[in-house]
Nanobody, 115 residues
């Protein structure tokens, strides 16, 4: 059973930084990608950043240049460094892992950016 646990959310002022972590546990077969999604109140969940098994990264246009995704394979952990945060970045951030045709989700961590 694959489980994902996010950490690092919190309250920050606009212009500040936060770092999120997502640790995966369990046996993972045919790993494809790991990434971050977010869902703001009243909005659909959207992709923020993704990193593939080969290390290729993808970013939403809303966060490109401000957020950086990285991965530690040995720790089965993915990170999201968020800089120059804006109030519109306020959302619950979810970690997602794609492996063997399955999508696994964490429970989410709340990021609140005050103006």
């Amino acid at each position: 059973q694959v489980q994902l646990v996010e950490s690092g959310g919190g309250l920050v002022q606009a212009g500040g930084s936060l770092s999120l972590s997502c640790a995966a546990s369990g046996i993972i077969f045919n790993f494809k990608a790991m990434g971050w999604y977010r869902q703001a109140p009243g909005k659909q969940r959207e992709m923020v950043a993704d990193i593939t098994s080969s290390g290729r990264t993808y970013y939403s246009n809303y966060v490109k240049g401000r957020f950086t995704i990285s991965r530690d394979n040995a720790k089965k952990t993915v990170y999201l460094q968020m800089n120059s945060l804006k109030p519109e970045d306020t959302a619950v951030y979810y970690c997602k892992l794609e492996a063997a045709g399955m999508d696994y989700w964490g429970k989410g961590t709340l990021v609140t950016v005050s103006s």
